[in-house]
């Protein structure tokens, strides 16, 4: 995704909510009350592709009145946007990255959500031999010595940022014709590797929405530590503008955290899948479960 669509993106979420606002002459007060608050959720494309966000957000719309305008982009745009002022809360996946957006004074909170893994994955046939490896670092580095080919998100997102810290783990900085950056979001990538029985790295969760739409690349590699993959909301400085929904980003926040929003989000996938895709981690839910 471009610069220049997120920016027509934002722009269009910033008129609609604009004029939201604006209540017409002879509009009475109940009508007003009515009319939905906007909050502005810039977050990765691994919650909406996974389907998470289509499952959760309708409960608090409906309880709060709240209308959730979501800017689905990579983590690191995300928080661009977040430090720019352009989005009230950020719901992201890296989590150095997250500190230092906090250390620098660009987000006033920051609660743990959830997590899940990632996964390589790529194709049946497997030529660059990696299937069952422990080590994603030694399955990076087989692929590059095979000049097996692999999709890169190349969008500075939670998973290329995870992405890049494996082949620096494996020693490697990847590159020639082998090697794509596609530029591209989670389920875009995952579609494009799997047209060119490519490997590529995703999140779990997007990996297996992806299945019920048909992609044939299978999980080769799987459960090294280094592939932890934990969520994070922050709630942007309100000193960004007056145009910051800081007591609507609170609200979003304590009730992605309490136990009744957890509970649903251990529950997502399980009917489809037999697992979550996400494993809830809010202090709340930890707290609850820690006996």
């Given at each position: ?254 009730w992605l955290v309490s136990l009744p929003t957890q509970a649903k989000i251990a529950a997502f996938g399980v009917a489809e899948f037999g697992q979550p895709l996400f494993t809830p981690s809010s202090d709340a839910w930890q707290a609850a479960h820690s006996q």
């Amino acid at each position: 995704m471009t610069k220049k669509t997120i920016a027509l993106i934002i722009a269009l979420v910033l008129l609609t909510a604009m004029c939201a606002t604006c209540r017409p002459a002879g509009t009475d007060h109940a009508t007003e009350a009515a009319t939905p608050q906007r909050l502005i959720l810039a977050t990765t494309t691994s919650t909406e592709n996974s389907g998470l966000l289509d499952y959760i957000l309708p409960d608090f719309e409906q309880q709060f009145n709240i209308d959730v305008q979501v800017v689905a982009v990579g983590t690191g745009q995300a928080l661009a946007l977040g430090e720019e002022g352009n989005a009230d809360v950020l719901l992201v996946h890296a989590r150095s990255r997250e500190d230092q957006f906090m250390a620098e004074g660009h987000g006033v909170r920051r609660e743990d959500v959830m997590y899940n893994d990632f996964v390589i994955v790529g194709p049946a046939d497997d030529p660059a031999g990696i299937r069952g490896m422990s080590i994603a670092a030694e399955a990076f580095r087989a692929i590059a010595q095979a000049q097996a080919a692999f999709v890169s998100r190349g969008d500075d997102s939670g998973t290329h940022v995870k992405e890049r810290a494996i082949w620096q783990e494996a020693g490697i900085e990847p590159q020639g014709d082998w090697y794509l950056s596609a530029g591209q979001g989670m389920g875009a990538v995952l579609t494009l590797a799997d047209e060119q029985q490519a490997y590529t790295l995703s999140d779990r969760a997007t990996y297996l929405a992806r299945t019920l739409e048909g992609i044939d690349l299978e999980i080769l590699v799987e459960g090294d530590p280094l592939l932890f993959n934990p969520y994070g909301v922050i709630a942007v400085n309100p000193d960004k503008g007056p145009q910051i929904q800081a007591d609507m980003a609170d609200t979003f926040i304590d009730w992605l955290v309490s136990l009744p929003t957890q509970a649903k989000i251990a529950a997502f996938g399980v009917a489809e899948f037999g697992q979550p895709l996400f494993t809830p981690s809010s202090d709340a839910w930890q707290a609850a479960h820690s006996q």
